[in-house]
């Protein structure tokens, strides 16, 4: 008799991330100016802030005491009525008013899009996400069993046909009942730094409802860079657009506004989904860390917060110019090679000729690590299925690297496509 698996089916569904192997790499070679992690300017982390907020809330020892007890699964009140206000005044008051109770916190918000997918979905579902898209997501779907579908996104972000039209197609051939969300990254996405443009949100949504008669499609959409905006003014999210608030989740995190450290994401839920997501995340965490909520509580409690986003927009700023002029100087002048100007998140996306592969295996690759550079693979964020991954395609991170470093790490990358063209 063969003997029995060890391991469960999702435990073979999970191959793990293949970035894992790039941060892997980065260590190893300290000597490599990684333009790969997504991870946030060291320097600008708040220290003092979080400091500021630990010491006023430890020194009124009851205060302190109920911090570093168990919280609840739903997170701490006073921060979820602080992150809907934000929410509500950013949103310009549109859309449906939520109650307190739909808003639940979990450690970074990479934690709620898995327990909703864990609520949602079960193997074969299919969830259609932008192409490309956030590649943990990607994976998340993958240990879930779910099967992504891409679907064509521009500059203008997710494109409202391509979704209609693979909706149709999928109503066709009888796998619409299947189909259970749409994922998209509104603000600054990752990994192309484009945001889905103003006038194609209502659409998103309406095409959504449409196709939601066989039952609900929820809409998943992940705010994580919304408030690294470095030019231009900020547009209403989808669920502003969402006129019974069934259809949008709408995620968001403190990661890359204040410190992924402190790991507090969050997630405003539609009435139907609070109970079922409150039972799944308290069976895996019975509450996110409750001390790390008190201290976001605090720093809002103390004004602290928006000092800290603007001066982070401040410093973004100049790493995005150090990237874009780096990019002009070094990048423009090769035939074939494009790239936006972003206006906020963390990433450039540059486009090759079509024949370079840039995969880690390609020679690209190998030449850039030569060179001293470290970039990841565009392959990494498109579904299996759907839309053709471009093969071609990077995505650089101005986040972590000092100027100096991002300059250096261009004109190497650079050297290194130059030598493939
Ligand atoms: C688009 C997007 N969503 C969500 C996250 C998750 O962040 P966290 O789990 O730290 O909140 C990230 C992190 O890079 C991201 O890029």
Redesign the pocket.
């Known amino acids: 008799m063969p003997a029995r698996d060890p391991l469960s089916r999702r435990a073979h569904w999970s191959v793990g991330q293949p970035i894992s192997y790039l941060m892997h790499m980065a260590l190893a070679k300290p000597h490599l100016i990684s333009l790969a992690a997504?991870f946030v300017d060291q320097e600008s982390l708040p220290v003092e802030t979080t400091r500021a907020a630990i010491e006023s809330l430890l020194t009124d020892p009851a205060a302190g005491r109920t911090a570093l007890q168990y919280g609840t699964t739903h997170g701490l009140a006073t921060l979820r009525q602080a992150i809907l206000d934000r929410l509500l005044t950013s949103d310009g008051e549109r859309g449906v008013i939520p109650a307190l109770d739909q808003v639940v916190l979990t450690a970074?918000?990479?934690?709620l899009?898995h327990v909703i997918g864990d609520t949602i979905l079960d193997p074969g579902d299919i969830v259609l996400t932008a192409a490309p898209s956030?590649f943990?997501?990607l994976g998340m779907l993958g240990n879930l069993g779910a099967r992504p579908i891409g679907v064509a996104s521009d500059e203008d972000g997710l494109v409202p046909e391509s979704l209609d039209e693979t909706l149709r197609r999928l109503k066709s051939s009888g796998e619409l009942p299947r189909v259970k969300a749409v994922y998209v990254?509104t603000y600054f996405?990752?990994p192309t730094s484009k945001s889905v443009a103003p006038g194609r949100r209502p659409q998103i949504i309406d095409i959504v409802k449409r196709h939601s008669a066989a039952g609900p499609i929820y809409v998943l959409e992940?705010t994580?860079?919304r408030e690294l905006r470095y030019f231009g003014d900020d547009d209403p999210s989808l669920r502003a657009y969402d006129d019974n608030g069934d259809t949008v989740v709408c995620?968001g995190?403190?990661?890359?506004s204040f410190s992924?450290g402190i790991?507090v994401?969050w997630g405003l839920l539609p009435r139907a989904l609070v109970d079922p997501v409150l039972a799944a995340k308290g069976n895996i965490d019975f509450g996110s860390p409750n001390f790390n909520q008190h201290v976001l509580a605090k720093v809002f409690e103390l004004g602290l917060y928006k000092t800290h986003v603007e001066g982070l927009r401040a410093n973004y700023r100049v790493k995005l110019a150090a990237m874009l002029d780096a990019a002009d100087k070094h990048l423009a002048p090769i035939r074939g090679v494009r790239y936006q100007r972003p206006k906020g998140g963390l990433y450039v996306w540059l486009e090759l000729p079509e024949h370079i592969d840039t995969g880690s295996d390609g020679e690209l690759f190998r030449r850039a690590l030569d060179a001293g550079v470290i970039y990841v693979p565009g392959r990494y964020c498109y579904p299996g299925e759907g839309q053709k991954p471009r093969d071609n395609a990077i995505r650089l991170s101005f986040g972590v690297q000092s100027p100096d470093n991002i300059k250096r790490g261009v004109a190497a990358l650079a050297e290194a496509i130059r030598g493939v063209v």
């Open positions: 997504g970074g918000s990479n934690e899009l956030y943990v997501f990254t996405d990752n992940d994580a860079y995620t995190t403190f990661s890359k992924p790991r994401g």
